[in-house]
């Protein structure tokens, strides 16, 4: 989807500041504490850690059972769905990378068992060496895949037979080849040892600690404390949580508010034109805030109420599932020219984030958006006429869906502007490296004709000096925060924006060349094989810069890294993909190649991605 987030700043009296303090610090936050503390000793989150998933229902019948205890009464029916939302969120995040690890250590453990020497495998299958290598000669000799490591590795997970597997295993150590004929058994040490080590590692990153909630009254920094003079832990792994609970910087705001629920805010002008806001529901509705946001997000907020009003002259007659924001959340932050200031209200100040639909700014984009959503309503509607006996709340569902379909048909005034229509043969590569986080090429896939090259350094034109700039501060904290480790203390990393504010510099810079050469899509490179080809431009630099000298290519290796810090890709991707699907552009994943000149890696990637569509059709 088109999405962005903007942010205002919320100013009221000091009365309103404290309620709203009050019902998130005392109330809310307390609340997500007590449910993430509760979701682990559910009799099903074992199953629920194996498949990575966490039911819908099981956040909710939590929250509900907690709403009567005298410690979270009387909140707002959105700040307990914001909880609900807030947890769920959290060990979904959390059940999804344990999930994903524990795929791994699978993969790994699998890997050891295939790392063996090929006397022990031939054991295995009772072979000579010689039956076993004619016998992968064969397996070899049979195998028509693009791909023959894979097809090897997946036939390993299936097979059962010993002497296919030993046999697939002597092809998997040589990387699906038969060189060389007599292992290096040294060679093999080196990668089981590794292998275990990674092993061990993983099985520690699973046993880490469960998602803690917001501590913002210190109890266990304090507890810590009085440990620290009493007795502390002598037991190694009591030792890490107390140091943990120790040098962990404590919590200061509470958990955001989260609102998915556009209609929960009240949008209106005071006597001065000031743009003002009101959160519906119990003990937030009394108090107004004023809205103070930057100047150019200013139009969105006069938006905001533009469609509240039509929708309330109308009668309720338009959707508010067209309503420009789409949802919003309600946090605290830090007030540097209020540090001073004792009550928590006034050391913090309010903010409120709203996230929009970029398509709905226009007429265009609405009906875009119109028809993707009655075609969701419509197919749900069918599904629901389908069964028979319905029961009262059934029918009442198909009642809601007929209102739903016959609102969207009611058109909203927007201002009109055609939408962005790229050439389907005109594709942007971007590929991404250690020097250069951003190479884009412009290729005319019909004809493999470049139309254009754009480097980082043309991307960011006079602002390319912030670049060398970022790198110096994450080598600096990088550096400080070895030395703090080292001291035994935790890291702390303060790096600034500058990093983001670049990443949005190459967004939009990628976004307008893709536009100038009216563009269909923008190719990004597969993040999953990133630290390879990071790898291998370092390798490929450190052999032309020390030719046939192992040694010194592995020093000026490790040196080269320190020198030039790899940057955020992820977030660069983030960035771009956001900037793109704003101004209509379709982005698209392929791997990227390990070898060529950044160019080269672009221009390969548009290519690519071309193929996989012909491929597909």
Known sequence: MSLKTIRCRLVAPEESRKAIWTLMAERNTPLVNEVLRRVPEQTDFAKWQKSGRLPDRSVAQIVESLKTDPRFIDQPAWYYISAKKQVAYTFRSWLKLQHRKQWKLEGKRRWLSILQPDSELAKQANYTLAELRQAATRILNQIDALEPFKYLLCDYGRSKSAKRRSTLAYLLKRNAQLVPEVENLDKLRKRHHKTEIAIQRLEIQLQASLPKGRDLMESAHIEALVQSIQSPPLEDKDFVTWQQNLTRKPAKLPF????????????AHDDKGYLLVRFQGKGTGEHVFRVYCDKTHQHWFERFLDDQETKRTSGDKHSAGLFTLRSAKLSWVVSKTHLHEAEPWNRYHLCLLCTVDTRLWTMEGTQLV????????????????????????????IRRLESTLERLEVPYSRPSRMLYQGTDNILVGISMGLDQPATVAVVNVSTQEMLAYRSTKQLL????????????????????????????GKRINSESQLGVYIDRLLAKAIVEVAQQYQAASIVLPDL??????????????????????????????KAYRAQ?????YRRLQAAITSKAEQSGLVVETVR?????????????????????RVNVV
């Open 528 to 557: 999953k094989d990133i630290r390879e080809i990071v790898e291998a431009e370092v390798g490929q630099r450190a052999a032309v810069r020390v030719p046939d000298f192992i040694d010194g290519q592995r020093r000026y290796a």
């Open 256 to 267: 955001p508010v989260i609102y998915e629920t556009v209609e929960s805010l009240t949008w």
């Open 564 to 568: 030039v810090h790899q940057w955020s």
């Open 370 to 397: 119109k028809a993707q959503k009655a075609a969701g309503t419509a197919a749900k509607l069918q599904s629901r006429r389908a069964k028979e006996g319905l029961s009262k709340n059934q029918q009442a569902d």
């Open 592 to 612: 990227q190649q390990c070898i060529a000149s950044d160019q080269e890696k672009a221009k390969a990637l548009a290519l690519k991605a071309y193929t996989n």
């Open 461 to 488: 034109g006079d602002k390319y000096k912030l670049l060398n700039r970022a790198r110096t501060e994450r080598a600096r904290i990088a550096h400080q925060g070895h030395r703090q480790r080292l001291k035994g």
